[in-house]
């Protein structure tokens, strides 16, 4: 089973990336799917989450407005539509999938992508 994301640049500030989330070896179509950030000296922190099915999402307050989360659960494809990407945003993005709804948690998901970077300069 692996989640396996990608999309990650170098950007300038106001800028936009769609970071992409693709699984291979289950479907992950019956759970919840999100998106963490990690930069330097920082906490993992919880980016944004869908539902299953997909009528619920979940942003962190800095990103609300800006990102947007979508799912392909016949492709096994989760994005990360990223506009008016500011410097603050810059950090190593990963995909998480296997919770039981869009969950704001890290501890919900079992199953974990390795990380695309972002970087967005002033």
């Known amino acids: 089973v692996q989640l396996q994301a990608s999309g990650g640049g170098l950007v300038q500030a106001g800028g936009s990336l769609r970071l992409s989330c693709a699984g291979s070896g289950r479907s992950f179509s019956d759970t919840g799917m999100g998106w963490f950030r990690q930069s330097p000296g920082k906490e993992r922190e919880f980016v944004s989450a869908i539902s299953w099915v997909g009528g619920k999402t979940a942003y962190a307050d800095s990103v609300k407005g800006r990102f947007t989360i979508s799912r392909d659960n016949a492709e096994n494809m989760l994005y990360l539509q990223m506009n008016n990407l500011k410097p603050e945003d810059t950090a190593l993005y990963y995909c998480?999938?296997?919770?039981?709804?869009?969950?704001?948690?890290?501890?919900?998901?079992?199953?974990w992508g390795q990380g695309t970077l972002v970087t967005v300069s002033s």
């Open positions: 998480a999938a296997g919770a039981n709804y869009a969950s704001t948690l890290s501890r919900s998901y079992n199953y």
